[in-house]
């Protein structure tokens, strides 16, 4: 991976990977079984820089590229998703919108406060009726009192309690299809304000909360269960005509790019999940016997185990040329759906394989690889399906086939 990894990226990767072992892999069980959000994890990793990592100095942050950032993502993911969906969905969701389409007294405005993890933020884009058909975006934005008024709900946001920054879609001219979407950045009060008082992060009221933007109940999840996913609800939102993000109509536009570097994201986060059950059941089959032997001496241990080694490289290389073409200012949407089909998928197979391997001690809650296994389900889901991949790849062979053809 030398052709991609710097020094300074090897080194932000290992204090990332020690205080991923020092402060979360200890408190990683309980709060899968609690549900319970990491607030002082949170805090610190907003100290270290980790919630700002390719945000620009000038505007708060590390001022890094998004290869460290999808560093950060993977080595957290070894010990736990729900630190690195938290990072994730922050940086690439929360303040990515704003980053990429805002103007400057919207950058300067909300990006010190998400940079610097002050508070968190989320992204509102899809809807009971607009999943993986986010083109259906139902909740509505008019034109009123030198703004627009807003009603709607957005479904599975996470951030949607805890979070206080918001960029939704809302569809401000029905006539036009997806070209009639636009995007707005809300903001609202944390669920969590005694906490957030308590610890001096995650509440700042001088960002004006919306009288009408609140959140829903906690979802009860099956995976990511430290992570904060709720339905976040608009109702008569009064928004200010300065808080429409780009143009009116680019709404849908903007958030499909959006999701194209999310993507790579969520390819981390799976290569890290896969990388921490492959870790776990190596050091459990070359450490255990049966039948007088090692476990790792079995042929049908193995194997398997080196087919995971394969797919793993496999799927680092996917993942960091990605980030990489996108550092580089280079077209990354193709290369993006495939790092996250392939890692996502991986991430569901290794975690698996990991429990089989480890036969029941993987089954229960000794090891983290059942916790692994439940926390890959959702990455073949959130930020598009792996459906929805494979359509994104295939459209894009077909055109450079038609640009071929036409050549």
């Known amino acids: 991976m030398d052709r991609y990894l710097s020094d300074e990226h090897l080194a932000l990767r290992a204090r990332v990977a020690d205080f991923a072992r020092q402060a979360v892999a200890p408190v990683a069980r309980e709060l899968d079984a609690t549900s319970r959000f990491p607030w002082d994890n949170v805090k610190a990793m907003g100290e270290m820089g980790l919630l700002g990592i390719p945000v620009p100095r000038e505007y708060g942050g590390q001022g890094l590229d998004y290869m460290s950032y999808i560093l950060t993502v993977e080595e957290m993911a070894k010990v736990d998703a729900s630190h690195a969906i938290t990072i994730s969905a922050h940086t690439t969701l929360g303040s990515g919108p704003i980053l990429q389409f805002g103007n400057e007294d919207q950058k300067r405005r909300f990006l010190p406060t998400l940079a610097t993890?002050?508070?968190?933020?989320?992204?509102?884009?899809?809807?009971?009726?607009?999943?993986?058909?986010?083109?259906?975006?139902?909740t509505r934005a008019v034109p009123a009192d030198g703004g627009y008024r807003v009603n709607g709900s957005k479904i599975f946001i996470t951030h949607a309690g805890v979070g206080e920054i918001f960029t939704v879609t809302a569809v401000t001219d029905p006539e036009r299809g997806t070209k009639g979407i636009s995007s707005f950045v809300v903001t609202k009060p944390t669920v969590d304000v005694d906490i957030a008082k308590e610890l001096g992060v995650g509440h700042r009221p001088e960002l004006g909360y919306m009288a009408g933007v609140r959140s829903g109940k906690k979802e009860d999840k099956m995976g990511w269960r430290a992570s904060d996913t709720r339905e976040l609800i608009l109702d008569d939102v009064l928004v200010p005509k300065e808080n429409l993000l780009g143009e009116e109509g680019r709404g849908f536009i903007n958030f499909m790019k959006t999701l194209d570097a999310g993507r790579i994201g969520i390819a981390g986060l799976s290569l890290g999940l896969a990388e921490g059950a492959f870790d776990t059941a190596l050091r459990y089959v070359t450490g255990r016997e049966q039948f007088g032997r090692r476990v790792w001496d079995f042929q049908q241990v193995q194997f398997p185990m080196a087919d995971l080694a394969t797919e793993l490289q496999a799927a680092r290389h996917l993942t960091y040329h990605a980030a990489w073409l996108k550092d580089q200012g280079r077209p990354f949407s193709r290369e993006a759906a495939m790092a996250k089909l392939f890692a996502s998928e991986l991430a569901m197979k290794a975690t698996l394989q990991a429990i089989q391997l480890m036969g029941g001690a993987g089954y229960s809650d000794e090891y983290p690889v059942e916790r692994m296994a439940r926390d890959a389900k959702v990455c073949e889901i959130g930020e598009g399906t792996s459906e929805v991949q494979r359509l994104v790849i295939a459209r894009h062979l077909l055109r450079e086939q038609m640009e071929s053809a036409a050549a």
Do not use: Y
């Open 117 to 138: 993890g002050e508070v968190l933020g989320g992204f509102g884009l899809t809807e009971p009726g607009a999943g993986s058909d986010s083109g259906g975006t139902r």
